[in-house]
Every structure is written in C-alpha cells, then in structure tokens.
C-alpha cells in the first residue's frame, strides 16, 4: 500500500478533496490503479493520517522540463524496460505518444498550487519545481 506524505500546505486540499492527484518520483516497486493508498502528514516517525485507503484510480508518467513544458505518459501500456528508461530520462525515445499538458494553470491548481489569482497557479509551480527538484525531472503522476 502506498504511502504519501504531504506537506503542511497542501493538506487542507487533501483533506477536502480537491486536491486529488500528486507528483513523485519513480519508485522500485511502481504504484498500480486499484490500488489502496494512505496520505500522511507530519514526522517520520509519528505521521498523521489525512485519508486512509483510497484507490488509486490512475497513474502516469510526467516529464517536467525548465523551458515549462510538461508532458503525460499512460504507464500502463509500458513495459518495465520502458518504465526504467523512463526512470533514467530517456522519456524522449519512448515509443509510447506523449501528452502535453495545455492547460498547465489548471494541472498546477489541482495539484494543490493555489496562488489568489488560479491563472498564475502554473508559474508557482513551476518556482516550487525549481527550487525543490532537479529538471528535466522525471516521474509519475498518482490519481485517487
């Protein structure tokens, strides 16, 4: 069962519903729909629960780039050689079609990017990305 741990600004979004998907990176053993999943927050070792047990209803892959592009791969037509390549950065030889993301305001704000005006929630976003991860970053994408 997957465990997610959240921080402190996004639970408010978790907890309601409306925040409903989450971006990590790749995992040894990938997440697979069906699926039950636990989201947390707090502490190591003395997490606190926000939901216990909600399938996971889909997953994909996500490449973010630093010209702000962002693209969706379906995982569940790849293979593990694929799933690995994936993994390693080799998203731009997958054989599998690639799915930009054209409303990148509208992916960001249900991701829990929540600035007071929802047309800037991509930019934020983005800023988070670059300060919290390397790009090109490379991972999946969890629906619930």
Known sequence: MPLYTFQERFVPFVREGSKRQTI???RKYPVRIGQPMVAVTGPRFKPIKI????????????AIFSNGSMFLIDTNWLTELERHEISTGGIKYCRHPK???HLPNNFAWADGFRPTNPKQAY???RKWWKQTHELP???FVTYW
């Not at 047990?53 to 889909?58: L, N």
């Open 24 to 26: 990590r990176k790749f």
């Open 51 to 62: 939901i216990e047990s909600t399938p996971i209803v889909d997953v994909k892959a996500i």
């Open 99 to 101: 799915q930009r993301i």
């Open 123 to 125: 930019s934020v976003m």
């Open 137 to 139: 970053f490379i991972g």
